[in-house]
């Protein structure tokens, strides 16, 4: 995994996140903490920019122009299987952090999360049986949220059908969709 020639002695990590501010100030950190950074803010960019030189470590969002952060994620396991893949995004659900995992995410976070989250989760190596056990359930909305995006994934991501599915208008689906889960 160790890509070492010349200028690029740095391991390489590609940021797809269609948030400039946030890849900014984000790639600034990371390049302090000792990574290669390039970035991409959407899926066409972040697939060329891979394929061109498969990074050793990425940080990916769930919503990304022109495909979704589950796509480019195996994309860049069948480019490298051995790249560190985290998924950061405001758009956290259980079913998207399933289907990550299962697509070759090594950890996901939810927004907001800072530089050093990111990089301990890039290094996180396996799961810990001391993570913390929430007592409260989910909210009703938290649960709706949770079960549109179990539905959605389901359906690899078509709206049409999710919306026949849960037995919504189109609409009222896509509504649902754009707005930030509820906070627990």
Same mark, same amino acid.
């Given at each position: 995994?160790?890509?070492?020639?010349?200028?690029?002695?740095?391991?390489?990590?590609?940021?797809?996140?269609?948030?400039?501010? %946030? #890849?900014?100030?984000?790639?600034?950190?990371?390049?302090?903490?000792?990574? @290669? &950074?390039? =970035?991409?803010?959407? /899926?066409? +960019?972040?697939?060329?920019?891979?394929?061109?030189?498969?990074?050793?470590?990425?940080?990916?969002?769930?919503?990304?122009?022109?495909?979704?952060? %589950? #796509?480019?994620?195996?994309?860049?396991?069948?480019?490298?299987?051995?790249? @560190? &893949?985290? =998924?950061?995004?405001? /758009?956290? +659900?259980?079913?998207?952090?399933?289907?990550?995992?299962?697509?070759?995410?090594?950890?996901?976070?939810?927004?907001?999360?800072?530089?050093?989250?990111?990089?301990?989760?890039?290094?996180?190596?396996?799961?810990?049986?001391?993570?913390?056990?929430?007592?409260?359930?989910?909210?009703?909305?938290?649960?709706?949220?949770?079960?549109?995006?179990?539905?959605?994934?389901?359906?690899?991501?078509?709206?049409?059908?999710?919306?026949?599915?849960?037995?919504?208008?189109?609409?009222?689906?896509?509504?649902?969709?754009?707005?930030?889960?509820?906070?627990?």
């Amino acid at each position: 995994m160790d890509k070492t020639n010349g200028k690029n002695e740095l391991p390489s990590l590609l940021l797809a996140d269609d948030d400039e501010t %946030l #890849c900014s100030v984000l790639a600034r950190a990371l390049e302090k903490r000792g990574f @290669r &950074v390039t =970035v991409a803010h959407d /899926y066409p +960019s972040a697939l060329a920019l891979a394929a061109g030189d498969p990074p050793e470590f990425a940080v990916v969002d769930l919503k990304l122009a022109g495909s979704s952060g %589950l #796509c480019l994620i195996r994309k860049l396991m069948e480019l490298d299987a051995h790249t @560190r &893949v985290v =998924v950061l995004t405001g /758009y956290g +659900s259980i079913a998207t952090a399933v289907e990550a995992v299962k697509l070759g995410a090594r950890y996901y976070l939810t927004k907001p999360a800072d530089a050093d989250d990111v990089v301990a989760a890039l290094h996180h190596e396996s799961g810990t049986s001391s993570a913390p056990i929430c007592e409260k359930p989910l909210s009703v909305n938290r649960l709706e949220w949770e079960h549109i995006n179990r539905v959605l994934a389901g359906n690899n991501g078509n709206i049409s059908a999710t919306a026949r599915v849960l037995g919504m208008h189109r609409r009222t689906l896509q509504r649902k969709l754009s707005k930030h889960p509820v906070r627990e």
